[in-house]
């Protein structure tokens, strides 16, 4: 797998989402991507308790703990690399999380339009 350039959706270096937990398609803490990561898991989100009631109710359970596979679960407040289009379903059905752009994949605008991404800026 070859990744991607770690850019931000401004064009920026690619900041790390969360390492406690570790999170990202790779697994190193950022959003980054490749041409293998089908769910684009770009959009650095911080969960909240509503967003992770609706993830479970579609079938992707973010909250409980699966330590077979060295998942913690996630609480409101920690950083999760989202996939992209979950992300701008979430936006749809007005309860997505705030996210951190700087640390969000460029690539997620092929997906999520900046200016939805910015309404949800947590970044001063």
């Known amino acids: 797998m ?9 064009g920026q270096p690619l900041e790390p989402c969360s390492a406690d937990p570790i999170t990202g398609y790779f697994r190193n803490g950022a959003c980054d991507t490749c041409a293998e ?6 959009v650095c ?10 993830s479970k109710y579609l079938g992707n359970d973010l909250s409980t ?17 989202l996939c992209a289009s979950r992300f701008l379903q979430a936006h749809d059905d007005d309860c997505a999380p705030r996210i951190r752009l700087a640390a ?10 900046l200016e939805i991404l910015e309404k949800y800026a947590a970044e001063d």
Not at 2 to 10: P, T
Not at 45 to 54: C, G, H, P, Q
């Open 2 to 10: 070859i990744k991607d350039k770690s850019l931000n959706v401004y």
């Open 37 to 42: 990561d089908f769910g684009h898991h770009t």
């Open 45 to 54: 989100a911080i969960m909240t308790d509503e967003f992770l009631a609706f």
């Open 65 to 81: 703990p699966r330590p077979e596979f060295g998942f913690p679960g996630l609480k409101a407040g920690d950083q999760w690399c």
């Open 104 to 113: 969000t994949h460029a690539k997620t605008l092929k997906i999520v339009p």
